[in-house]
């Protein structure tokens, strides 16, 4: 519980998006990128950018700002995405496919290697080239070996004992999609994933227009 | 970009996962609600449930708690979401379908009105209730009264011509899952939403205990 009140979230949010652009100017050749040429692409001010960036442990900006190969060395192993990290996925649903489409997370160094399912007409499929697995096999497919982190994408109902499951297996991260608090024991890490977080933001910037127009 | 910096973005993104709390209670028939029990719930501190409360304007809390009515209106006002917000969605891929079955939103008073895609393969079916319509078609759909929101789910290399489209329509409020930086006008607020954001912060925690444990 501590640790969490150190951490700065919306910083922490944001270190996929810069990751991203890097990358892309990475294969674009591009060399050194300008605290002000991200303020830019990610829409928030320089100083915030700075401070994101000092996170990293990267040493203060030189006048032809950052080189990107180490900028991107510096964000990767802030994240410890500088190693593979294996993952699995529970719940092949519309959001688990759409997760496993996810591309970039190969270059984040996020390998799922399995996806598990409960439904008959679900198990067997391939999906993104993973075949989808029963979910009473996971022990078997883990063979001692869990996952670091485990991604569950199930209903609401059925998270919770996928939760269990995965715990018991070994399994210590776990992002749940599920629209609840799961209970795991304390060396266990979740990360609940509240997709309306995103459309509160949108509504919290809304309402303020509004007050303001009103006004 | 100044109203941005102002907004405590943590606790506005918390807000949805405190009034699905509450109307569970609401439904449950529970009339008080204790700050603690909040806070065990969204695993997180007293005093940050405390301050992310006080931000909807409620007074203070008092012996027996909040009163669950009470919170849930004041949530719902802060984030203007004790209207009805109307939206569209375009791009009916797996992402997309995931959103259209969401039940959580009607709650939150977002109705997506309307499905576009582009694919043939799409137009014409129903995914939870709408009929996916051809994005073509998107003026004569709104005819003149432009969705407040439009959720963006389409290719990184598609949205931009979807963002201009819309924005042409009148659309203020884009909440945009492609991965790309939409350039818009002022006027327009964009909400990016970067899935692999929970993924950086579930792996700095990963990473912090792999370097407690080394230390």
Same mark, same amino acid.
């Given at each position: 519980m501590r640790k969490e009140k150190l951490l700065n979230i919306p910083a922490i949010r944001r270190m996929p998006t810069y990751l991203h652009k890097l990358l892309k100017m990475q294969a674009e050749g591009r060399s050194s990128v300008s605290s002000t040429e991200l303020a830019d692409y990610m829409k928030i001010e320089l100083i915030v950018v700075r401070k994101d960036i000092s996170l990293t442990g990267i040493s203060g900006q030189r006048r032809v700002g950052y080189d990107v190969n180490e900028l991107i060395r /510096?964000?990767?192993? /802030?994240?410890?995405?500088?190693?593979?990290?294996?993952?699995?996925?529970?719940?092949?649903?519309?959001?688990?496919?759409?997760?496993?489409? /996810?591309?970039d997370f190969a270059h984040y160094g996020f390998?799922?290697?399995?996806?598990?399912?409960?439904?008959?007409?679900?198990?067997?499929?391939?999906? /993104?080239?993973r075949t989808v697995c029963d979910v009473n096999d996971m022990a078997a497919c883990f063979a001692g070996n869990p996952p670091e982190i485990a991604v569950i994408c199930v209903s609401n109902s059925a998270a919770q004992g996928v939760a269990d499951k995965l715990v018991s297996l070994g399994v210590k991260y776990i992002w749940n999609f599920a629209n609840v608090s799961l209970q795991v024991p304390p060396h266990v890490v979740v990360q609940r994933e509240v997709i309306a977080g995103g459309l509160a933001m949108l509504s919290v910037r809304r309402k303020q227009d509004r007050t303001e127009n009103d006004g």
């Open positions: /510096y964000i990767k192993n /802030y994240l410890g995405w500088d190693e593979i990290i294996s993952g699995v996925l529970v719940g092949a649903g519309s959001l688990g496919t759409a997760l496993l489409g /996810y591309t390998r799922i290697d399995h996806v598990f399912d409960i439904s008959p007409e679900k198990i067997g499929r391939d999906i /993104y080239g």
